[in-house]
């Protein structure tokens, strides 16, 4: 069975969708993005509303997904941080 991580970014934004604050989850995106030394400026960020996972109490799940501005494609190791994959 996975471990979940009760701070990961994932896991953050779900919350702040749920308590009715996701004004301020494209804000939190951004902060993580400047721990991984990226910068925000650089991607575009999209929030999508998907069925929560099987055996979750939760009943949507948000999905958070990075789109690079200048076209490239989006770090492998950054995606997997971002859906916690790792």
């Keep these: 069975m996975a471990q979940h991580n009760p701070h990961s970014i994932q896991l953050q934004i779900n919350r702040l969708f749920e308590s009715g604050q996701s004004l301020f989850a494209?804000?939190?995106v951004e902060d993580w993005l400047k721990q991984r030394n990226e910068n925000p400026a650089d991607y575009e960020?999209?929030?999508?509303?998907?069925p929560a996972p099987v055996g979750s109490?939760?009943?949507?799940?948000?999905?958070?997904?990075?789109?690079?501005?200048?076209g490239?494609?989006?770090?492998?190791?950054?995606?997997?941080?971002?859906n916690d994959t790792q």
């Design 57 to 70: 109490r939760a009943v949507m799940a948000i999905a958070v997904e990075l789109h690079r501005t200048d």
């Design 45 to 50: 960020i999209v929030f999508t509303k998907k």
């Design 72 to 82: 490239q494609p989006v770090d492998e190791w950054l995606l997997a941080q971002l």
């Design 26 to 28: 494209k804000t939190k």
